[in-house]
């Protein structure tokens, strides 16, 4: 059963606009309070089992969907691709078969339970809501009621927004630049230099974020700026400069 505190949350997201926006993060934290959750993101899935972030509600947040992002696995992609919840309530147990190379990563960043629900509606796949506790612990049963019916709103508001002539995303956004545009402006170049495709270009630029421990983000900035080449054979370990 939905708590009477979600359901004026969500009652609000129906109702309320503020200068046209139907997610505002003060909202999306408020949201993340109800649920006991130390942070919240809300992001459209992408061809390639891909996501992109439109909503969070603190830095650690937007890092744990970078991170995810990078390696290409984690549990709001996994959610996103099967449609199913995925909620690992203590990251300290041994986790490495399912997303090899990730937990570590998440753990040192101060994550310690992880909760993915999907946008979706039948084989529809929007998009994917995802939470994290800084400290172990499973949601309980009201908590977990809540956090499925801000994932089923947030799939009908998308759905809303997507019969409309607009960006589907307007209504998540306070501008049209979505987080990673200079992760796609990046990807677009290294696809232009290598002569590939930009999916072939984008596994490129993450492999190198990967394996240097770089930030997906600053590694696409050091491309835009030049400061970076990746050249068709690229050892991952090293930047290559003119």
Same mark, same amino acid.
């Given at each position: 059963?939905v708590?009477s505190q979600?359901s004026q949350?969500?009652h609000?997201?129906?109702?309320?606009r503020?200068?046209?926006l139907?997610?505002?993060?003060?909202?999306?934290?408020?949201?993340?309070?109800?649920?006991?959750l130390d942070?919240?993101a809300?992001?459209?899935t992408q061809?390639g089992?891909?996501?992109e972030? /439109?909503?969070h509600?603190? &830095?650690r947040a937007?890092?744990? &969907?970078d991170?995810?992002?990078?390696?290409g696995?984690?549990?709001?992609l996994e959610?996103?691709?099967t449609?199913l919840?995925?909620t690992?309530?203590?990251?300290t147990t041994?986790h490495?078969?399912?997303?090899p190379?990730?937990?570590? &990563?998440?753990?040192?960043l101060?994550? @310690?339970?992880?909760f993915?629900?999907?946008?979706?509606?039948?084989?529809? @796949?929007?998009g994917v809501l995802?939470g994290?506790r800084?400290?172990a612990?499973?949601l309980?049963?009201?908590?977990?009621?809540?956090?499925?019916?801000?994932a089923?709103?947030?799939?009908?508001?998308l759905?809303?927004?997507?019969a409309?002539?607009?960006d589907?995303?307007?209504?998540?956004?306070?501008t049209?630049?979505l987080h990673?545009?200079e992760?796609?402006?990046?990807?677009g170049?290294?696809?232009k230099?290598?002569?590939?495709?930009?999916a &072939?270009?984008?596994?490129?630029i993450?492999a190198?974020?990967?394996h240097?421990? @770089?930030?997906?983000l600053e590694t696409?900035?050091?491309?835009l700026?030049?400061e970076?080449f /990746?050249?068709a054979?690229?050892p991952?370990?090293?930047?290559?400069?003119?």
């Open positions: 059963m708590s979600m949350l969500l609000d997201l129906t109702t309320k503020d200068s046209g139907t997610l505002p993060s003060a909202r999306l934290r408020a949201c993340a309070m109800v649920l006991g942070g919240l809300v992001s459209l061809p089992d891909s996501t972030l /439109l909503r509600t603190g &830095e937007a890092q744990l &969907e991170i995810q992002f990078t390696q696995q984690g549990p709001g959610a996103a691709r449609g919840p995925v690992e309530p203590d990251l041994n490495s078969a399912r997303w190379g990730l937990v570590p &990563e998440l753990l040192a101060g994550v @310690r339970a992880v993915a629900y999907p946008l979706a509606l039948g084989t529809v @796949r929007l995802t994290h800084t400290t612990g499973a309980s049963g009201e908590q977990d009621a809540d956090a499925r019916a801000l089923q709103r947030l799939t009908l508001m759905l809303d927004r997507a409309s002539p607009h589907p995303t307007v209504w998540l956004t306070e049209s630049h990673r545009a992760v796609h402006q990046a990807t170049m290294v696809a230099q290598l002569d590939v495709s930009p &072939e270009a984008l596994v490129r993450r190198h974020s990967f240097t421990g @770089r930030p997906l696409a900035r050091a491309i700026a030049r970076l /990746l050249t054979n690229h991952p370990a090293g930047d290559n400069r003119p």
